[in-house]
């Protein structure tokens, strides 16, 4: 299995689109910081000089890339995986702490993150162990291997805590379903994953509330049948007037929390009564899953709360926007959407911004690098973005498929995971439809280690894809 | 080739929805919804900080003691800033071209969106440039208020505002650069109450920098809250005159209404005129002051640790009473002094034997020398480590050896040995009633504040309790203080003991032959009070007295420390006198006005 690596064999169409994001990425930063004071691109005390250097010795690592032999990835894989794993660990115990995070090594004054490095490794791991010819993935020890691979840095990096980073990981559900984890358990896991969100977001009753309502959706729509609607919904709506009542004709001291644990109690044992006697064995399931996912939010409110310091908690927090400070008037979100609503059709024009330069959102060239593409160059710029991200996300899917090699093809749907992932998730979150969980727009947001990663994680796939004449691992 | 190949599908799906997701609400915010368009192409809002004004403090009698009068900043925006007419900017401002654009060159660090350029412009160059402001787009005025006082006293104890430092904005998030903050006294104890809630104004501001309106009908407006008014404990009046009597020596007044714990006077000589520490010239004048060899701005009723001398003779009474090792009627004989085992205490020439309140009313150290060996020789205990234990849980439950947690940031502890401390000195069961005897006339390894003294005193009128001194006596809006304040604080001690050392304090001053404060004598009113001699080794002892008054319900006990005056009765009695008649019947008898003029002509200052 010798081979020569042949130009035309490379995928062009993918590195072009690359370019475009990377160079149109970089202009964003450089509108961001560009001022009167401007000197050269290659100011590092500005972030666009800085980044420029990342972004030129991610070429020169491109091209190291395609020195290496291609089957290293797949012999490496465990290995990188596990250096990545020991140096989360490492960055937890010895990092510097940013930000009341320990998410950031400092070397000869290089910042480093081995966060954006473990997706990569861990993108990796997965293709790897998934490849292997006597893996099935519907059997549960597969399963609970690909968890397991998937869960332990996602958890080291909540340790840290850096649970926006954390949360990436659930992206690789995307991976696991074109590989064939049932439909089921690829919602189920998105669906902990939201539910992992919304308790940090809100108050565990508000979510408890809004669990026992899709209990009921779900419950609705498994019988479809109105005498069970309704008996269903009068026997909680009975118990939960009654509790009212009782509380305040005897005055007892439960809050509005405590009655509804206490009406969904008393609810079940007579669902549970019904069920045995109609013989409604079905609805077993709506229950286990409604109790399942009540059991999930009090552990993660519980360590929250108990295992955080303040300060973390805090830092979290604030990165969801529920803690803000005066001068930053509640705030990063609808800064973020003025900045962008303000661009309008075409946008104000390149380095002709106001919003992004007079407000000093603190992650302005980072993590909202968006809204600076939204006020210059508009409706029109941002959704060009979009097509090119689009476009790429496809092509590499058009890539994975036409892979023989496994390793391969999984890999290449590890990258568009974690790319899809980065990119909907980002870009959602500065228009306000998702919660701020702070993570990078890929190959735009400000920061050498996150551009370094998605490179060298895209340039990896390009890599396999050119020798996909002749590896079929 | 595998049977999940057609997921490949479901995946573009993904990825198609939830992009056209991304570009439809991207379509509704910057196409449709034109509530995030600013009017002018080039619109940006700008936010306003509102200032409250800082809470204003009243005196006990509710006259206004600190207000604030607003001065103006000037301050610049970097990147509002346009081309300007600088020559007619500098004209108005009465600065030159070159301080001008120095000033410019600082401001403009990026990180700060705003920068004060000019700090407390006159309100008449402000009258001038409120005119022509729109000339000069980046450049904006915030106004803000500075102390102003009524009278220029008790500085220590309001204490002076000042400007928050890095280190405090980075721990606390409220403050940010140029903010001020109380720093000591009540203006920083009290200073979550004073300073208010800060608001905000998020306005719309077109290419010039000029006001459009509010952004978005003021969604993100917040009003300013303003501080809350403090009614402190002192009296101006009693305030003002002990710092006047004070004038010419070094030491400390401090005077509490025993009934509440109320601060009436505190008073740290010398002391400064509080206006000095406000405004432009606070730091010149605030290193003037540190510099200053008198240490005015030492707070020398909480931070001056002395000796108490004979003045806490009354708490060894109190101590043996309660343990039952003396009684009302135990006597000692003194033959001008205490002598045992190759130790002696000195003591002046007085009639002999004497009991309990002779040996307070005569000061009589041999009788004080007897009263703390049986203490501390006390056959209840099993050896004199224990014995002195017990010694010092009493003394702590005065409040002494800590600081009384009163009101203020700065107090310090005073110093009562731990027993750990004679063991590492003496060695451990080396050391016995005899080695440590001069805490019998409060010298030695004892300390104690003013502050500290005056609590004391307090105590005593109380016959038994305290409550922790403190200086506000109401927060408007809360109408209500610290618990702690008003919490009784009792000493274990029986009241019958205390009056047996209150008739002591009694004839000290009111007795006949042998009283050692009769110069604190008022005709009409009758004080209680125990002189000292506070030993200095680095002068002339200090004169110490304590004191309340009326012996039938006290409405005021008091401290009084004269660094240098020697006896108790020569400078610390006469003052405290005139303090106490001062604050109970609001003037000083003429008959008593040579005591005053003795007073006011006496130097110990000029000594040095
Ligand atoms: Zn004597």
Redesign the pocket.
Known sequence: MTEKLHIEDIDWITIILYLVLVVFGWLNIFAVSYNERFRSIFDLSMNYGDQLIWILTSFVMIILLFAVDHRSFYFFAYPVYGFAIVLLLAVVLFGTEVNNARSWFRIFGVNFQPSEFAKLATALALARFLSGWDVKIRSWKSMVTLLMMVGVPAMIIAVQPDWGTALVFSGFVLLLYREGMPGWMAAMILFLAGLFLFTLLLVPAEVIIALIAFAFIGFAILSRKAKHIVAGGAIFGAFLLVLRLMTDLLSLDLNQYQVILITLVLSTIVYLIMIYLYKLKRFLLVLAILFGSIAFTFTVDYMFHNFLKPHQQMRINILLGKETDIQDVGYNLNQSKIAIGSGGFMGKGFLKGTQTKLNFVPEQSTDFIFCTIGEEWGFVGTTLVIAVFVGLLIRLIFLAERQKSNFARIYGYGVLSVIFFHFSINIAMTIGLFPVIGIPLPFFSYGGSAFLAFTLMLFIFIRLDSVRKVYVI | MDRFATRKNIIVLIILVVSAGLVMRLFYLQVIDTSYKLSAENNSKRIEILYPARGLIYDRNHELLVYNQPVYDLMIAPFELQAFDSTELCEILKIDLERLRSGIQRVRNPRYRREPFIKQISPETYAVLQEKMYKFPGFYVRSRTLRKYNREIAAHLLGYVGEVDEKLIASDNYYVMGDYIGVSGIEGYYEAALRGEKGQEVLLVDVHGRVQGPFQDGRFDRDAVVGRDLECTIDAELQEYGEKLMKTYKGSIVAIEPSTGEILTLISAPTYEPSLLVGRTRTENYIKLEKDTLEPLFNRALMANYPPGSTFKPVHALIGLQEGVISRNSTFS?T??FYARGVSVG??V?K?P?NLIEGIQ?S????FCNVFRNIIDNPDYNNVTEAYNSWRDYVMAFGFGNSLNADFINELNGFIAPTFYYDHYYGENRWNALTIISLAIGQGEILTTPLQMANLAATIANKGYYYIPHTVRNIAGIDTIENRFTERRVIPVDTANFSIVAEGMDLAVNGGTGSTARIAYISDIKVCGKTGTAQNPQGRDHSVFIAFAPKEEPRIAIAVYVEHGEWGASYAAPIASLMIEKYLKGSVDPGRKWLEATMLSRNLLSEQ
């Open positions: 003194c001008q002094g003591c002046h007085h002999s004497l005569n009589c150290n041999a009788y």
